[in-house]
């Protein structure tokens, strides 16, 4: 009986216009995007200089900004109020005053990362500058790299990203389909005959799990082509934490089919509850950095599981030992939604 299901599923998926082209174009331009810009790296710092002394000092200072990778040097300007118009108009984001040999750094902190990370930046150059001993103290002492020697940000999201399409893969779409049968009418067709409800839940998440490990070794393909960069652990590990994250998602998807009657309602809701997982997973920043209330809900949280293990894996080169609190977290976490999934899915729907 699942074997027809199965071959059902296939066909409504080939046969629909729109899906199998978003499936193979969405993981293709997320790895090939995404990377570039979600970057906490910060650059192109614009910065205005009043420079009152007009020393030879001050002016080297002025030459070594103009030359730093991270600033985009604005001019210089006659006054404090004048450059400080650039700053409210957004023209500037930092100033930087010289006056009687103090130092001044003023920085629009509207952006809180720009402007605590950019006004570090231009507080080493000066202080480069002023004090040449402690540039010759920094660079007595070396700093060995373990892990991500290059020091890319894009080996720390490669992996966070595989994580994001499983979710929307196997969590958006098994969702959306049976909800779909539910206003198209056909679900009442399935009910009516003798398929049991394992039969027909398999039938709906097996070919979105298929579709997730395709979509993943399609990610490890492009990570090595594009970026040259590689799973420095055991390629079995990370499918088998997307296995357990796909079933997580597919089983949370289909409880919050079971519960909406229409495609909005179903989307809506796993909307809601998907931002909150991958906001609160240490996808972004890491999650000893939230408040402690906060921190509590990352024991509940299987995308924080799965970032942390894939990044131990991928990453670190990290064995089984490495990550087993994390997979077994995964197995608990996913069986309770598997059990909740069949249990809430009723044939009289």
């Known amino acids: 009986m699942i074997k027809y299901l199965l071959q059902k599923e296939f066909l409504q998926i080939r046969r629909n216009s729109f899906m199998p082209k978003i499936i193979f174009i969405f993981p293709i331009m997320v790895m090939c995007v995404m990377p570039w810009v979600m970057n906490q790296e910060v650059t192109n710092i614009r910065v205005d200089v009043v420079d009152t002394d007009r020393t030879t000092e001050s002016q080297q200072l002025v030459h070594q900004i103009e030359q730093s990778n991270y600033f985009i040097f604005n001019g210089q300007k006659a006054t404090y109020q004048e450059a400080l118009k650039d700053i409210e108009t957004s023209q500037a984001d930092i100033i930087l005053e010289i006056r009687d040999g103090q130092y001044l750094i003023a920085a629009n902190a509207v952006n809180g990362t720009k402007g605590s990370i950019g006004s570090s930046y231009l507080s080493q150059i000066v202080t480069a500058h002023v004090q040449p001993s402690v540039v010759a103290i920094q660079s007595k002492v070396s700093t060995l790299f373990l892990y991500n020697k290059g020091q890319s940000y894009k080996v720390f999201m490669i992996p966070a990203l595989m994580g994001i399409l499983m979710m929307m893969l196997c969590g958006f779409l098994p969702a959306l389909n049976i909800v779909g049968e539910k206003e198209k009418g056909t679900i009442e067709q399935i009910n009516v005959t003798p398929v049991s409800k394992w039969s027909f839940i398999l039938a709906k998440l097996i070919p979105y799990w298929l579709i997730g490990l395709l979509v993943l070794t399609v990610c490890l393909i ?128």
């Open 222 to 349: 492009l990570s090595w082509l594009v970026y040259g960069i590689t799973c420095q652990g055991p390629l079995l590990l990370i499918y088998l934490l997307a296995i357990l994250l796909a079933l997580f998602f597919s089983s949370f998807g289909l409880i919050i089919s079971n519960y909406s009657d229409t495609m909005q309602q179903a989307m809506l809701v796993m909307w809601f509850f998907v931002v909150c997982l991958m906001l609160l997973s240490g996808l972004f920043t890491p999650t000893r950095s939230m408040p402690s209330w906060a921190y509590l809900t990352t024991y509940v949280n299987p995308m924080h599981y799965f970032i942390d293990a894939i990044r131990t894996v991928f990453v670190r080169g990290g064995t089984f030992q490495s990550i087993a609190h994390q997979v077994y977290a995964l197995v608990c976490i996913s069986t309770l939604m598997a059990v909740w999934a069949v249990k809430s899915y009723k044939k009289n729907n």
